[in-house]
């Protein structure tokens, strides 16, 4: 079964950067899409960045674009997030999964916190 456990969260102060991490066990991680996730309470998740299987192509909510990164390691069945210029509504609890469709068991999170 796929286990995928998040990492590098933190607390910062706005217009910090951070770098999250993701390490997946099980199945085919080079096969598929990727997400990053974020949620805060009381909200649905929301996915804020995706890149494809060869990496060859990312995505991301307007929210986050041209200050976040996504990248993946098909060797090592990692997927990153480097977040740069952080903003106070950035802070979050960022999960990864499959994207658009988040069909793995979901990971513990990573907390993100951005103080102004």
């Known amino acids: 079964q796929v286990q995928l456990v998040e990492s590098g969260g933190g607390s910062v102060q706005a217009g910090g950067s951070l770098r999250l991490s993701c390490a997946t066990t099980g199945h085919f991680f080079s096969a598929y899409t990727m997400g990053w996730y974020r949620q805060t309470p009381g909200n649905q998740r929301e996915l804020v960045a995706s890149i494809i299987s060869s990496g060859g192509d990312t995505t991301y909510a307007d929210s986050v674009k041209g200050r976040f990164t996504i990248s993946r390691d098909n060797a090592r069945s990692t997927l990153s997030l480097e977040m740069n210029n952080l903003k106070p509504e950035d802070t979050a609890v960022y999960y990864c999964?499959?994207?658009?469709?988040?069909?793995?068991?979901w990971g513990q999170g990573t907390q993100v916190i951005v103080s102004s």
């Open positions: 999964n499959l994207a658009p469709r988040s069909l793995w068991p």
